[in-house]
C-alpha cells in the first residue's frame, strides 16, 4: 500500500542549478533522530545553504535546517545538526576520488520520502564563474521568450 506523500519533493535547493554545474546525482539516506522525521513529512525543512562533506569514509550533510516539530516538546533536536548520509562504501569511494578534485563539491538538491524513508538527492557539481551564471540566465531568458513566442502564435492559430 503506497503511502499518500510518497515519492513528493519537501525541500529543493533551487540555487544549486544556479551556483553549479551538476555532473551526476546520488540518492542517499538520511540518519535521523527523534522527530524530526516528522517534520520533514510536514514540509519543514531547508537545505539552500547546505553542504555534504566525506570525513572519515562517511558523508555528513552540513547545515541543513529542520524546523523543531510543534508537537515535540524536550525531544526536539538541534535543528542545523550534522547529519549522517547513508550510501554504499562503493559509491563513497567512488566520490571521495571526484570530490576532491579542485572546484567539485557535494551538494544536497533534494529532500524527498521513498519507500517511508527520507532521501537527498545529492549532486556532484562543479562550481559556475561568474561568467558561466550569466551565461545560463541569457540562455534561461532567451528559451522563456521562445517558449512565450510559440504560445502566442499557437493561440492565434485558433
Same mark, same amino acid.
Not at 21 to 31: D, L, P, Q, R, S
Not at 100 to 127: R, T
Given at each position: 500500500? &503506497?503511502?499518500?506523500?510518497? /515519492?513528493?519533493?519537501?525541500?529543493?535547493?533551487?540555487?544549486?542549478? #544556479?551556483?553549479?554545474?551538476?555532473?551526476?546525482?546520488?540518492?542517499?539516506?538520511?540518519?535521523?533522530?527523534?522527530? *524530526?522525521? =516528522?517534520?520533514?513529512?510536514? !514540509?519543514?525543512?531547508?537545505?539552500? *545553504?547546505?553542504?555534504?562533506?566525506?570525513?572519515?569514509?562517511?558523508?555528513? @550533510?552540513?547545515?541543513?535546517?529542520?524546523?523543531?516539530?510543534? $508537537? !515535540?516538546?524536550?525531544? /526536539? #533536536?538541534?535543528?542545523?545538526?550534522?547529519?549522517?548520509?547513508?550510501?554504499? =562504501?562503493?559509491?563513497?569511494?567512488?566520490?571521495? !576520488?571526484?570530490?576532491?578534485? $579542485? !572546484?567539485?563539491?557535494?551538494?544536497?538538491?533534494?529532500?524527498?520520502?521513498?519507500?517511508?524513508?527520507?532521501?537527498?538527492? @545529492?549532486?556532484?557539481?562543479?562550481?559556475?564563474?561568474?561568467?558561466?551564471?550569466?551565461?545560463?540566465?541569457?540562455?534561461?531568458?532567451? =528559451?522563456? $521568450?521562445?517558449?512565450? &513566442?510559440?504560445?502566442?502564435?499557437?493561440?492565434?492559430?485558433?
Amino acid at each position: 500500500m &503506497a503511502k499518500k506523500n510518497d /515519492n513528493r519533493i519537501l525541500a529543493q535547493n533551487r540555487k544549486a542549478n #544556479h551556483e553549479f554545474f551538476i555532473e551526476e546525482t546520488y540518492e542517499a539516506g538520511i540518519v535521523l533522530k527523534g522527530t *524530526e522525521i =516528522k517534520s520533514i513529512r510536514a !514540509g519543514q525543512m531547508n537545505i539552500k *545553504e547546505s553542504f555534504a562533506r566525506i570525513e572519515d569514509g562517511e558523508i555528513l @550533510l552540513y547545515q541543513a535546517h529542520i524546523n523543531p516539530y510543534e $508537537q !515535540g516538546n524536550r525531544h /526536539n #533536536h538541534d535543528p542545523v545538526r550534522t547529519r549522517k548520509l547513508l550510501l554504499h =562504501k562503493q559509491q563513497i569511494k567512488k566520490l571521495t !576520488g571526484k570530490s576532491q578534485q $579542485q !572546484g567539485y563539491a557535494l551538494v544536497p538538491l533534494k529532500v524527498y520520502i521513498k519507500n517511508g524513508f527520507a532521501k537527498v538527492l @545529492l549532486g556532484l557539481g562543479k562550481g559556475k564563474k561568474h561568467y558561466d551564471k550569466r551565461d545560463s540566465l541569457k540562455k534561461k531568458d532567451a =528559451k522563456r $521568450q521562445m517558449d512565450k &513566442a510559440i504560445g502566442q502564435r499557437m493561440k492565434g492559430m485558433e
